[in-house]
């Protein structure tokens, strides 16, 4: 119970003998293969994450935007100054 089982144990494919160049060869292949979808679902999470932010930072500005746009009451204003100038008139 003292050995690793053979699945688990990581072997360097370079001093591994009776390995022929075209089994290193696809070792290499599949190793740069899996690191390339591990480095592809971190950019995936961290592209999720920063359109998340985008988003809640676009719909704050427009958010803002509309509730300040209806605090504006200068156009209200001017509507009764021209309302009141065409009564005088």
Known sequence: SGEEAAF??????VREPG?????RL????VE??????ALQRRL??????????IGAVVFGIYGY???????ERFLDE????VEAAR???
């Open 44 to 53: 995936r999470s961290r592209n999720a994450l920063l359109a998340l932010g």
């Open 87 to 89: 009564a005088q008139a």
């Open 78 to 81: 001017l509507e009764q100054e």
């Open 19 to 23: 390995l022929s160049p075209e089994q």
């Open 32 to 37: 740069r293969a899996q690191r390339q979808r």
């Open 26 to 29: 696809f070792m290499a292949q």
């Open 65 to 71: 935007t509309f509730y300040s746009v209806s605090q």
């Open 8 to 13: 688990a144990r990581r072997i360097d494919p």
